[in-house]
């Protein structure tokens, strides 16, 4: 297959497989996430095809302010992603959070361990792992004040939430996730290969809608089963590809591998 603008070839060289091994009693997992990103849980019950699709930018202007609004005073900091953890340590913001005594929440149990990893003690965490759920956890609270440092393509729900509970939010982009598509081509290229697709954000689900487009594949004729880690990303799937992708109990990694567990049997 030639690939538009790129060659096959050279990409396939270039991309992190994860040491995937084909076993034949091993499903065989495609798996689509930022580049940095690890295939956690996955390699252990499968052979994973890891291709980072989009890449992570990094917003300094929204650094910046991020520093003048805490600063300013909250009660809280919200973080959604793992990946923003890092990046705030990387700035010097980590410390700036401790020394003000700022409460800090997460959405779900791997940005916590990044949170944690950095040195920010986490102060709340949903037991459902999703925005909105955290939007109510945190407005029982009664904060005045909400800073969120988060992605430029965030979902929504989470600051609505909390503005209906007449709590003021002040949402910043830390990061924004750029598509790249040449990689997606190839990850696009695997599909017809592989047992399970899974897509980690509503931003992969709409880079490989293009590249299924560019490539003339019907994602609704593959075999195989998409799986989306959480309801977001599945509405995504739902509205981008036209199919019903399955989920995981638990809207993490290690719920996606025990989902494939449970049914690659």
């Given at each position: 297959?030639?690939?538009?603008?790129?060659?096959?070839?050279?990409?396939?060289s270039?991309?992190?497989?994860?040491?995937?091994?084909?076993?034949?009693?091993?499903?065989?997992?495609?798996?689509?996430?930022?580049?940095?990103?690890?295939?956690?849980?996955?390699?252990?019950?499968?052979s994973?095809?890891?291709?980072?699709?989009?890449?992570?930018?990094?917003?300094?202007?929204?650094?910046k302010?991020?520093?003048?609004?805490?600063?300013?005073?909250?009660?809280?900091?919200?973080?959604t992603?793992?990946?923003?953890?890092?990046?705030?340590?990387?700035?010097?913001?980590?410390?700036?959070?401790?020394?003000?005594?700022?409460?800090?929440?997460?959405?779900?149990?791997k940005?916590?361990?990044?949170?944690?990893?950095?040195?920010?003690?986490?102060?709340?965490?949903?037991?459902?792992?999703?925005?909105?759920?955290?939007?109510?956890?945190?407005?029982?609270?009664?904060?005045?004040?909400?800073?969120?440092?988060?992605?430029?393509?965030?979902?929504?729900?989470?600051?609505?939430?909390?503005?209906?509970?007449?709590?003021?939010?002040?949402?910043?982009?830390?990061?924004?996730?750029?598509?790249?598509?040449?990689r997606?081509?190839?990850?696009?290229?695997?599909?017809?290969?592989?047992?399970?697709?899974?897509?980690?954000?509503?931003?992969?689900?709409?880079?490989?809608?293009?590249?299924?487009?560019?490539?003339?594949?019907?994602?609704?004729?593959?075999?195989?089963?998409?799986?989306?880690?959480?309801?977001?990303?599945?509405?995504?799937?739902r509205?981008?590809?036209?199919?019903?992708?399955?989920?995981?109990?638990?809207?993490?990694?290690?719920?996606?591998?025990?989902?494939i567990?449970?049914?690659?049997?």
């Open positions: 297959m030639v690939l538009p603008g790129k060659n096959l070839v050279f990409l396939l270039s991309l992190p497989f994860s040491g995937a091994r084909l076993v034949a009693s091993k499903p065989r997992i495609l798996l689509l996430r930022p580049s940095g990103s690890s295939a956690g849980a996955l390699e252990r019950i499968g994973v095809y890891h291709v980072p699709v989009v890449r992570i930018i990094v917003l300094l202007n929204g650094l302010r991020l520093v003048a609004e805490l600063e300013r005073g909250c009660d809280w900091l919200v973080l992603s793992p990946r923003t953890p890092a990046i705030l340590a990387s700035a010097g913001i980590v410390e700036l959070v401790s020394r003000l005594g700022i409460h800090v929440a997460v959405v779900g149990p940005t916590r361990v990044e949170a944690e990893r950095v040195g920010l003690h986490v102060d709340l965490m949903p037991e459902e792992y999703r925005g909105a759920v955290l939007g109510g956890k945190l407005a029982s609270l009664k904060p005045k004040r909400v800073v969120l440092a988060r992605s430029a393509d965030a979902v929504p729900d989470l600051p609505r939430v909390l503005r209906e509970a007449g709590i003021e939010v002040v949402e910043i982009p830390v990061y924004r996730v750029e598509e790249d598509i040449h997606a081509y190839v990850a696009a290229s695997f599909t017809t290969t592989v047992d399970y697709i899974v897509y980690t954000s509503p931003s992969i689900a709409k880079t490989m809608a293009k590249a299924y487009k560019a490539l003339h594949i019907n994602p609704i004729e593959l075999k195989a089963k998409h799986v989306a880690i959480g309801p977001t990303t599945a509405s995504a799937i509205k981008l590809l036209g199919v019903e992708p399955l989920q995981p109990q638990e809207y993490t990694l290690d719920g996606i591998a025990k989902l567990t449970s049914l690659h049997q």
